[in-house]
């Protein structure tokens, strides 16, 4: 049994991945816990004795925080787009000064693997498909952070220390702490309660995609494997245009193509196109990736089910905007 140390684990994808990991493993959740959901709730977690928490800044971290750690996943952050140009100033301090500060202090206590959290989006505009080895292009400030990040991160593995950058997709899917600030999530949402999809744009601009639960069960497949190696790697299900995904989410849920309108002056100008030539190296064939129509019509069950709204949890930047 492993000890692992998520930071940023009382978020969104935090949230789920704890759960997830807790099947075989101790957990230490390191977050400042504004969204509280995981300390509140520890007694109906699966395994909840295997759980604890350390409730701090990552600024503030001690070597002292890593005792008898094996591998750490790193989610720390302001987490999109928007959040993040609420302050730039502070994105900087905290995705690229905070992240980095934290990953030196992991390797200074003797962790054997850091597995850090990156994004897709540092691929910003792409006209051609986009793989590890083609040029970054971020646009946002969220994006330019987050590559500087790894970029530096990464720069500290060596043979005791093994750093895994992992660039994940548009992320979608259901988590105690939900997201309705991601475009899957929110256009399951506005079609459940408002009848209709609003998109930003013509709707052809290409993003990739992957489940919040394909994401946890990667993790847990690079913390068992026994491979001591370090690797840039894109994470992603599929790609699409996001005119193309609300028309998929209208076929799962059975309604009309008509509920679809576009805003046609909100122009996004990120469009990528992802693949990972190393996903099949790494993984073989030991991963099969969920099927969509059955993440939508769960995350439909849990929306209504856990009676989801959108206010300044489940909108990040509305939550930001009022931190800052």
């Known amino acids: 049994m492993k000890t692992i ?5 009382a978020g969104y994808l935090g949230t789920q991945l704890t759960k997830h990991l807790l099947k075989r493993n101790k957990v230490i959740v390191y977050d400042k816990f504004y969204f509280p959901w995981i300390i509140k709730n520890k007694k109906k977690i699966i395994n909840d004795k295997r759980l604890s928490f350390i409730k701090k800044d ?18 720390n952050g302001i987490p999109n787009d928007p959040a993040a140009e609420i302050n730039p100033k502070l994105t900087w301090k905290i ?3 905070g992240r980095l500060h934290f990953a030196k202090i992991a390797k200074k206590a003797g962790v054997k693997k850091y597995i850090f959290n990156s994004t897709c989006s540092v691929y910003g505009f792409n006209k051609n498909k986009v793989n590890e080895n083609s040029k970054t292009n971020p646009i946002s400030t969220y994006a330019k952070a987050n590559l500087k990040a790894e970029r530096a991160v990464y720069k ?6 093994l750093v895994n950058i992992l660039r994940n997709s548009t992320l979608f899917g259901f988590s105690n702490v939900l997201r309705l600030d991601l475009v899957i999530n929110i256009f399951v949402y506005n079609l459940i309660n408002k009848k209709k999809i609003i998109i930003d744009g013509d709707g052809r601009q290409f993003r990739p995609f992957i489940s919040l639960n394909d994401i946890c069960k990667i993790y847990d497949l690079i913390i068992i494997s026994s ?8 994470l992603v299900s599929f790609n699409s245009t996001i005119r193309d995904i609300a028309l998929s989410i209208c076929k799962i849920l059975k309604k009309k193509y008509s509920n679809i309108t ?26 099969r990736f969920s099927k969509f129509s059955e993440e939508i019509l769960y995350l439909k069950k849990e929306i209504i089910k856990n009676k989801i709204k959108l206010n300044k949890s489940t909108i990040r930047m509305k939550f930001y905007k009022s931190l800052f």
């Open 5 to 9: 140390l998520i930071s940023g684990g």
């Open 58 to 75: 990552i600024h503030d971290v001690v070597v002292e925080d890593f005792r008898d750690v094996d591998v750490v996943c790193d989610l």
């Open 95 to 97: 995705n690229y000064g």
């Open 156 to 161: 500290l593995k060596d043979k005791s220390f």
């Open 227 to 234: 491979k001591k190696k370090s690797f840039i790697c894109n």
């Open 262 to 287: 576009f805003k046609e002056k909100s122009v996004d100008r990120r469009n990528y196109y992802v693949v990972s030539k190393k996903f099949k190296s790494i993984f073989k064939s030991k991963f």
